[in-house]
């Protein structure tokens, strides 16, 4: 009888059309074409990939569906390379991760190891404007919430003041990454309620953290900055942990 062997899970057939768009993807690369440029025809298309005509349709729909081509009508019409914007990235991202289960730990351990780094980098760096956008947003926190929708929104646009550090950094990658982890972060704060019930020490930390690292990003101070922003992060996970667990109590109860 002959051994038993071990067989890996088939890998999932690719269709047909998928095939297509990823072959047109990397042809666009190859051309060095860039957002604007002009596609080929249908015919030339289908002639260039030796596929049918309703294939090369479908591998477009599905390129136009992933952002990455933009298709007009009309007078010099036709399909041009589009660059997916930042906030479709997000969001196509977002929808993988909308079934993980995310906890705070999970976004504030690498919120932990990326956003010092990122301040370190930007000190000295930003602009005064950028400097007076980062103020003007603490400000919308300068006194604890009265309410529970002022905490909600107290709490959002705590998370902005990331974001703006985010896009101000010179890695489009680091930057990307940070800014979609506020943005998951403002979005489980919010359906998850974790603003419920307002906490004083996370107001009052959070804000005065926020304060030192202007100061210290205005002054040119990378390793302060990084430190600031360390103490931050460290600070901010512990408080908003003891939220999330008040949350899951309160689930329960109910």
């Given at each position: ?237 512990k408080l908003m942990r003891q939220q999330e667990v008040e949350m899951e109590s309160r689930f329960i109860s109910e």
């Amino acid at each position: 009888m002959p051994p038993a062997t071990t067989r890996s899970k088939a890998e999932p057939k690719i269709s047909r059309p998928v095939q297509v768009a990823e072959a047109i993807k990397d042809w666009v690369v190859e051309q060095g074409l860039q957002a604007g440029d002009r596609l080929p025809g249908e015919a030339e298309l289908i002639e260039r990939f030796g596929m049918a005509k309703g294939t090369i349709r479908e591998a477009m729909r599905i390129l136009e569906a992933q952002g990455l081509i933009k298709t007009r009508t009309g007078p010099g019409g036709g399909s041009f390379v589009h660059e997916v914007s930042q906030q479709r990235a997000k969001a196509l991202l977002g929808n993988y991760f909308y079934f993980k289960d995310l906890t705070i730990g999970d976004i504030y351990q690498l919120r932990l190891t990326l956003e010092p780094e990122l301040a370190a980098s930007l000190a000295g760096k930003l602009s005064q404007s950028t400097l007076d956008l980062l103020e003007k947003t603490t400000a919308e926190y300068v006194e604890p919430a009265a309410t529970l929708d002022e905490e909600r929104d107290q709490h959002v646009a705590s998370l902005r003041f990331h974001a703006i550090l985010a896009n101000q950094s010179q890695n489009p990658l680091l930057g990307f990454v940070i800014d979609f982890m506020v943005n998951l972060l403002t979005d489980l704060t919010v359906y998850r309620r974790l603003y419920s019930p307002p906490n004083i020490e996370l107001w009052k930390q959070g804000r005065d953290h926020q304060q030192q690292l202007i100061a210290a990003l205005r002054n040119g101070e990378a390793d302060k900055a990084r430190a600031i922003m360390t103490d931050h992060m460290k600070t901010a996970w512990k408080l908003m942990r003891q939220q999330e667990v008040e949350m899951e109590s309160r689930f329960i109860s109910e």
